[in-house]
């Protein structure tokens, strides 16, 4: 896994106003200028032969990014081992669904999809990591798109930075229509046969609302805690409240990504774990590349995930 880039300091530093929206990595800007001084040399030496080879070299490029990853998107099957996890707990599945951006090329297709993944897939519990919505006119449609969803523990959900101020509340009422909980900076006590686990959502962290506090006011100390919150580098907080499990979304994975020189761009909040699985501290954290977005993808195609979580050290 590439280096993440961006911001440093301490985590509180990510609701700064002053931070930019999105992050690009400064090494796909180098590429991108030597690539450019690379094709007017050509240019210069070659003339219309060089015309041609770039024209078709950049058709094809934009042709795999628009066509090719963005409508495939792929089942990830994951095994977590969080510290202290316990035993009687081994086994339980959790499925992920992340970053629908309903209104989005191929969006509506992708989540169709996942959907039926995760009807095959039967986990014990579908969690639902925030961004729902691309365009507020997608609002009306989210409850029929989501409604095939079911799980023994039940289907739980986060907002995102995307389902917005002004239209949280529409996003909530529609996804309650179609039976999902949503968290917002609550905690719900999931019961099994082996015992139990509390289960956390944190409100958007992009807007000002997520509030640990609030969220675990009422969970006592110890116990199994499994985090969802839209934005992965709040992480550095939930380790701090000896949480075991965070699954998050947001960041796309980069959407771009080139081996070893990482993702083109990562959006505020999703510098520091932009993709996969990470340890911080007590806290394990997966992050999904998410079911839509943006329709260009590059060695980062959309995912839907299930994830076992088993006894850790």
Not at 168 to 196: C, E, K
Request: proline share 8%; glycine share 14%.
């Amino acid at each position: 896994m590439s280096k993440p880039f961006g911001m440093a300091g301490p985590p509180e530093a990510a609701a700064a106003p002053a931070l930019p929206e999105l992050f690009v990595n400064p090494w796909w800007v180098a590429g991108a200028g030597l690539a450019a001084a690379a094709s007017l040399w050509a240019l210069g030496r070659h003339r219309w032969r060089a015309g041609v080879a770039l024209g078709m070299l950049g058709t094809a490029g934009l042709g795999y990014l628009a066509l090719v990853e963005p409508p495939r998107p792929v089942l990830e099957r994951v095994t977590l081992r969080p510290a202290g996890w316990p035993h009687a707990l081994a086994g339980l599945r959790i499925g992920q669904i992340s970053d629908l951006h309903l209104g989005h090329h191929y969006a509506e297709a992708n989540v169709a999809w996942a959907i039926a993944a995760m009807q095959r897939e039967r986990p014990d519990m579908i969690v639902l990591t925030g961004d729902f919505i691309a365009f507020a006119d997608a609002i009306p449609t989210l409850g029929a798109r989501l409604a095939g969803l079911s799980a023994p523990l039940g289907v739980y959900a986060v907002l995102g930075n995307h389902d917005g101020d002004a239209e949280a509340r529409d996003v909530v009422t529609a996804l309650g229509h179609a039976g999902i909980v949503v968290l917002r900076n609550q905690s719900r006590w999931i019961a099994v046969p082996a015992g139990g686990f509390w289960l956390l959502g944190l409100d958007d962290i992009w807007h000002g609302r997520d509030d640990f506090a609030v969220m675990l006011a009422g969970v006592p100390p110890g116990g199994c805690r499994v985090l969802l919150a839209h934005a992965p580098d709040v992480v550095d907080l939930a380790a701090r409240h000896q949480i075991a499990v965070q699954l998050s979304g947001h960041t796309h994975g980069g959407q771009l990504r080139l081996p070893r020189i990482g993702p083109f761009s990562l959006p505020r909040h999703g510098t520091r774990y932009p993709i996969g699985e990470y340890r911080v501290g007590p806290t394990t954290l997966y992050v999904s590349r998410g079911v839509a977005g943006a329709p260009l993808r590059l060695g980062c195609p959309p995912e839907a995930t299930v994830i076992t979580l088993m006894g850790g050290a």
